[in-house]
């Protein structure tokens, strides 16, 4: 099975200016940076050397090593660890230390410094380097340093900003005479394109990598994740080698431009397995742009809930041309979605006239516009039993808040089955929501529904994808109350599928089961 890994191991200004602001207080200098956004010439020609395209970009592309202390609780060493009496005395590496803390020989805090490795670019004359945030997540203050290309200059860094979310960093160097490198516009990228990976894989010093373009747009992959928050995933997919120290490096095009930070290979062993991704420089840029500005990344906020995939049974259920869009399963009072009606069922087809695939690429969309931007979305609006109507309407986003991204079994004690010979749901029992249930699950009073306590391996429920402690919301698009509703709306539904809107960690989604009536 295949493991996803980090690749990581552990205009012109004045250059060197800072600026303050009118009490004095030191900010960010203003960074220029030299963008080239038409698409790389395609048309076919003998290339002999890249040569000259690396000593374009080489420059720009730093080694970063970075500190960090950490604080571990350890038992006192034993005089006697070694030795034939070592287990009487609770040897530190065995489970015998009860005799230990017996005798009171209490657990003492010690301090271990970690070191790690990884690559950056500079993309400003003013020292602004772009890397990844798992390059110098956790790093003591004064403990990211910067090596350029040219082997004798080495600076202690500071950290401007860090955005978990996306995987993305900037660290900026006091340092004259620099060689920013050239951002590409990564939304012109194809697959096929000839790209190359710079950086410092295995803390070999700078080594050069060369491949195409495998695909874009790659999303879903779990790669990015801070705590229990999904991040923001809209990879680069290259065959160019990607190594354990070349996370944060460069992937640039054959004419030296930046088009992405490479973050992170699949690999069955740590390895190049021809499976790297890279963030987009147009992602990454945006982010850096807003760290250096405002010291933190801000985004816009609509207040859905949207199912993972709109698949082909989904599409016939709701009667949608195709599979295309984002679909909306649940709409959270007082934000800008319902101040605009937005309801579950509606299925979002464009936002400000770009097409949307699916709800990642909405996600994305949304997550890179700033806060009171307007936009225009045009859906599909999907009722029972009726042809789904276009619709646009305009909304003005709100700010994501700060415990949100993108977005544990209960057992019931009246457990009431939804399953018998009459019933479309088989092999799922039911229970009703009670404030234990609530509690333990942190299910808002607002959700009404019945809690999913058991589904059976083999039925058409859990081929779904229904699982121990969904609620319920709805069964056929009629609202689910308690369990005694779900069992009736069960008995009552004659459709080769039964459409479940439920909730599940914080969010809502849509479902389609077999109807287990309608069994050949």
Request: glycine share 10%; proline share 5%; no cysteine.
């Amino acid at each position: 099975m295949l493991g996803l890994v980090s690749a990581v191991v552990g205009g012109l200004a004045v250059l060197g200016a800072v600026q303050f602001d009118l009490l004095g207080r030191e900010t960010n200098v203003t960074p220029h940076f030299k963008i080239q956004d038409s698409a790389i010439d395609r048309e076919t020609r003998g290339v002999t050397s890249y040569s000259p395209v690396i000593k374009r970009a080489a420059p720009a592309v730093v080694n970063i090593y970075s500190t960090r202390t950490v604080k571990l609780r350890r038992m006192p060493m034993n005089p006697f660890f070694g030795s034939p009496f070592g287990e009487f005395f609770g040897d530190d590496d065995n489970q015998s230390g009860s005799f230990n803390r017996r005798r009171g020989r209490n657990p003492q805090t010690v301090t271990r410094t970690e070191r790690s490795l990884g690559s950056g670019v500079i993309v400003s004359p003013e020292g602004y380097v772009l890397t990844a945030n798992h390059v110098v997540e956790g790093a003591d203050p004064d403990g990211v340093k910067v090596s350029l290309a040219d082997g004798g200059r080495e600076y202690t860094a500071k950290i401007i900003g860090t955005d978990p979310q996306t995987d993305v960093a900037v660290l900026k160097i006091d340092a004259e005479k620099l060689s920013p490198i050239t951002l590409a516009d990564s939304d012109k990228i194809e697959v096929g394109d000839v790209v190359m990976a710079i950086g410092n894989p295995f803390g070999l010093g700078q080594t050069v990598t060369m491949g195409i373009v495998s695909a874009t747009g790659r999303t879903s992959l779990g790669i990015i994740r801070n705590g229990n928050q999904r991040g923001y995933e809209n990879f680069i997919q290259t065959d160019a080698a990607i190594n354990m120290g070349n996370s944060g490096g460069a992937l640039i095009d054959a004419e030296g431009r930046l088009i992405g930070i490479n973050t992170a290979i699949v690999s069955p062993s740590g390895g190049n397995s021809g499976v790297g991704f890279a963030v987009p420089i147009n992602l990454a840029r945006g982010v850096m742009e807003r760290l250096i500005e405002f010291g933190k990344v801000t985004r816009g906020f609509l207040g859905v809930s949207l199912s993972g995939e709109i698949t082909s049974d989904l599409a016939e259920e709701l009667r949608l041309p195709d599979t295309r869009g984002a679909l909306i399963t649940g709409v959270e009072p007082n934000t800008p979605a319902s101040r605009v009606g937005l309801k579950p069922y509606d299925v979002i087809r464009e936002v400000d006239g770009k097409k949307i695939t699916d709800s990642d690429q909405l996600r994305l969309i949304v997550s890179q516009l700033p806060p009171g931007t307007k936009v225009t979305l045009k859906l599909l609006r999907s009722e029972s039993g009726r042809k789904p109507a276009e619709k646009t309407v305009n909304a003005t986003l709100a700010s994501l808040p700060s415990d949100r991204s993108g977005s544990d079994d209960n057992q019931g004690d009246s457990n009431q089955s939804v399953s018998s010979e009459t019933d479309s749901l088989d092999g799922v029992e039911v229970a009703d929501l009670d404030s234990n249930t609530r509690q333990e699950l942190n299910v808002p009073d607002n959700i009404k529904g019945a809690i999913v306590t058991n589904v059976e391996p083999d039925s058409n429920s859990a081929e779904a994808g229904l699982q121990r402690g969904d609620i319920i919301l709805e069964i056929d698009r009629k609202p689910v109350q308690d369990a005694d509703q779900a069992v009736k709306l069960s008995e009552d539904a004659t459709g080769k599928r039964v459409l479940l809107r439920i909730w599940r960690n914080g969010g809502s989604t849509v479902l389609t089961v077999d109807n287990a009536k309608k069994k050949d």
